[in-house]
Antibody
Framework: EVQLLESGGGLVQPGGSLRLSCAAS????????MTWVRQAPGKGLEWVSA????????YYADSVKGRFTISRDNSKNTVYLQMNSLRAEDTAVYYC?????????????????WGQGTLVTVSS | QSALTQPASVSGSPGQSITISCTGT?????????VSWYQQHPGKAPKLMIY???NRPSGVPDRFSGSKSGNTASLTISGLQAEDEADYYC??????????FGGGTKMTVL
């Protein structure tokens, strides 16, 4: 069974940094795009960032562009989200999600497995 | 990119059918057949129910169906069951190569 396990969340002050990790197992990790989606407390889902299977292409929401960096280490089956210059509005549960398909950009459009999420709280 | 528009809530009785709409623009919903629907129970991660407008992943009951007309996509749940009570989110690929979600719909089984 596919597993995605996020870690790295916690409490950070405004302006601070945090790196989230998502460890994947039971699928050929390098074949699939991976995506981060966040959900503020009591709010809806917000797409944050995506990375292709090779890591050669990355995509960001306007709300995080220039502050967040997505990367992956296919030798460790792990995708990361480096978050800098954090703001109160970045407070959310951050989910990593696996692309549904392994070909083309389909993997960035639909997600068949999600992690349990890690909570990031930005507050002084 | 503005969120797709969904009704805040819908409800139905067991056995009935309900439809949740998801309205976007020609730059997202109307421009691509890349609409997904996710079900989320409280405290849980989202679950993919529909992809590419109308396709169901294996394991999703055929009571769930999707469609699209113009800039509006729809999720229909027929034969409502108690376990269908959840939040539902649509998403669409966009012309900016990003993804946008709807604001979510709380579906209540009466």
């Amino acid at each position: 069974e596919v597993q995605l396990l996020e870690s790295g969340g916690g409490l950070v002050q405004p302006g601070g940094s945090l790196r989230l990790s998502c460890a994947a197992s039971e699928f050929t990790f390098s074949n699939y795009a991976m995506t981060w989606v966040r959900q503020a407390p009591g709010k809806g889902l917000e797409w944050v960032s995506a990375i292709s299977g090779s890591g050669g292409s990355t995509y960001y929401a306007d709300s995080v562009k220039g502050r967040f960096t997505i990367s992956r280490d296919n030798s460790k089956n792990t995708v990361y989200l480096q978050m800098n210059s954090l703001r109160a509005e970045d407070t959310a549960v951050y989910y990593c999600a696996k692309g549904l398909c392994s070909v083309g950009s389909c993997g960035r459009r639909h997600f068949d497995y999600w992690g349990q999420g890690t909570l990031v709280t930005v507050s002084s | 990119q503005s969120a797709l528009t969904q009704p805040a809530s819908v409800s139905g009785s067991p056995g009935q059918s309900i439809t949740i709409s998801c309205t976007g623009t020609s730059s997202d919903v109307g421009g691509y057949n890349y609409v997904s629907w996710y079900q989320q129970h409280p405290g849980k991660a989202p679950k993919l129910m529909i992809y590419e407008v109308s396709n169901r992943p294996s394991g999703v009951p055929d009571r769930f169906s999707g469609s699209k007309s113009g800039n509006t996509a729809s999720l229909t749940i027929s034969g409502l069951q108690a376990e269908d009570e959840a939040d539902y989110y649509c998403s669409s690929y966009t012309s900016s190569s990003t993804l946008v979600f709807g604001g979510g719909t709380k579906m209540t089984v009466l």
